[in-house]
């Protein structure tokens, strides 16, 4: 096991009427901006009852952050924290939101160029205080330091990460999900299950705990995942999967331990480029990536197999076929393609993400740093 920092200063407040107690978690003459996206916090009561809770405060509100956060729309929230002399920020709605937020929170007390701080992740010094309300399972924004913000200009999507960018609370209340839409419920579904994924699925280290953190939460997303997509008011099976994002991706499992996250990174481009939804790049990218590197990850894709799909039968190679063919039903048992094509996809974007993941300098990737360009253009190949 590798040395580490395990530092999470996000406190949780988990479970049913948890927005209520959201004002003892906020100075009492803080002048707050509620931030949320295209409607669904308003439409659902969720603004109204983080109002109530926050009682005498000064509060406005920064409606319309779109998924995949566009940095043009954050600047503008900006703009407004420092016209009203705003003092804490509460997010209210998906890991757009919170990461938006969490921009928000870095850009308004930065400086200098904002989007080269981003962008080269300069370090920063302060930022602006936040809490979030979830309402989608699925990043695990809410308890931890990173966000990603699209720069459509650019056709850049770029994520950051920063100690400081903790949210300080984070409410979980898994009756929010309720109103969510099915492909919704199965994105977050499919962007935990890859979030464990990417912290496990490298080679051994010794990292005993970490791998039965990660296949716990692996089995417990296969197993409730398609539930919620059976019933969508079933308030243990919404609270498990919404625990299990937030465990996914609270920086618990991936301590000590080897990570590759490839996928993402990759995946982020087809999201800059195609407007693909987050997980649906995982959907695609992750089983076309298992292949590409099944020797380098041959040890733990036999664990995989074993532990998590009871796969003990026949050769080694053919375990680990069956392993990635198991992870690619998954995704398509929740409705989440697996395939470019499905999505409608020109043969062309295969050299338009190469010419992303070569501007920006993002290879190479993987545990081993082995998944150059010509890595990268194999699992894009595999990806149609
Ligand atoms: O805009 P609103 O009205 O809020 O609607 C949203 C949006 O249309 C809707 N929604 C959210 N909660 C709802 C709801 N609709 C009905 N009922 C509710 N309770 O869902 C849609 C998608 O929301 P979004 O926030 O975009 O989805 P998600 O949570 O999947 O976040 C994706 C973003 O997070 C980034 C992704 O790259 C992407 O930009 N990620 C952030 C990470 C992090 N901070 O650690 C890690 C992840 O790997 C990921 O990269
Ligand atoms: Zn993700």
Redesign the pocket.
Known sequence: MFNFDYYNPTRILFGTERIADIGKHIPADARVLIT??????KK?GTVDEARAALGNRKIHEFAG?????HFDTLMKAVDLVKEKKITFLLAI???????GT?FIAAAALYHGDVWEMWSKKLPIKRVMPLGCVM??P????ES?G???V?HTGLGA?V?YSHPLLFPQFAVLDPR??Y???AR?VA??VV?AFV?VIEQYLTYPAYGKVQDRFAEGLLLTLIEEGPKALIKSENYNVRATITWSATLA?NGLIGVGVPQDWAT?RIG?QL?ALYNL???QTLAVLLPALLHVQRDTKHLKLLQYADRVWNLREGGEESRITAAIDKTRDFFESMGVKTRLSDYGLPESAIDEVMDNLERFNMLPQGEHQDIDAVAARRILSLSY
């Open positions: 949320y996206g295209s409607g669904s916090a659902f952050i779109e998924a995949n956060p709605g998906g890991g757009s939101v919170v990461d969490k309402t989608l699925a990043t695990g924004s931890n990173t966000a990603v699209t999507k994520g929010k999900s109103t969510l839409p919704q994105n977050g962007d979030h991706l993402h982020h999201t939804d987050h997980a």
